[in-house]
Nanobody
Framework: QVQLEEFGGGLVQAGGSLRLSCTAS????????MGWFRQAPGKEREFVAG????????DYTDSVKGRFTISRDNAKNTVFLQMSSLKPEDTAVYYC???????????????????WGQGTQVTVSS
C-alpha cells in the first residue's frame, strides 16, 4: 500500500517562497512519475506540476511556469515543489500524487494517479 506524506506548507507573504516535500513509501518510487495538485476553496483540484520517474522531464500548468520548480530525489523517495514569487491566488491545499502505472511520464489528469497525500495548506497573504 502506497503512503504519501507532504511537508512544508504554511503562511507566507506575497512574493515569498516555500518548499514543499512529499515522501513516499510502499512502492518502488523511482519507477513512477509524480505530480503536485492543488485545491483552492470553492474550486476543483487542479494540476500544478509533474515529473517523470527519472526527473528529466517536467511539466507545469501555465500559471506557475517560471515560479515553481518540481524535482525529486529517488534515493530519498521524495519529490519537492519549490515555490517562489508566490501570489495570493496560489493559496490552496497542495497534494502530491503517484502515477497509477510505472515507467510513464507525468500526466495532468487526476485519474492518472492512484495514491494521494493528505495535503498541506499553503496560504499567501497580500
Amino acid at each position: 500500500q502506497v503512503q504519501l506524506e507532504e511537508f512544508g506548507g504554511g503562511l507566507v507573504q506575497a512574493g515569498g517562497s516555500l518548499r514543499l516535500s512529499c515522501t513516499a513509501s510502499g512502492r518502488t518510487f523511482s519507477n513512477y512519475a509524480m505530480g503536485w495538485f492543488r485545491q483552492a476553496p470553492g474550486k476543483e483540484r487542479e494540476f500544478v506540476a509533474g515529473i517523470s520517474r527519472s526527473g528529466r522531464a517536467t511539466d507545469y500548468t501555465d500559471s506557475v511556469k517560471g515560479r515553481f520548480t518540481i524535482s525529486r530525489d529517488n534515493a530519498k523517495n521524495t519529490v519537492f515543489l519549490q515555490m517562489s514569487s508566490l501570489k495570493p491566488e496560489d493559496t490552496a491545499v497542495y497534494y502530491c500524487a503517484v502515477a497509477r502505472t510505472p515507467f510513464g511520464v507525468a500526466r495532468r489528469t487526476e485519474n492518472e494517479y492512484d495514491a494521494w497525500g493528505q495535503g498541506t495548506q499553503v496560504t499567501v497573504s497580500s
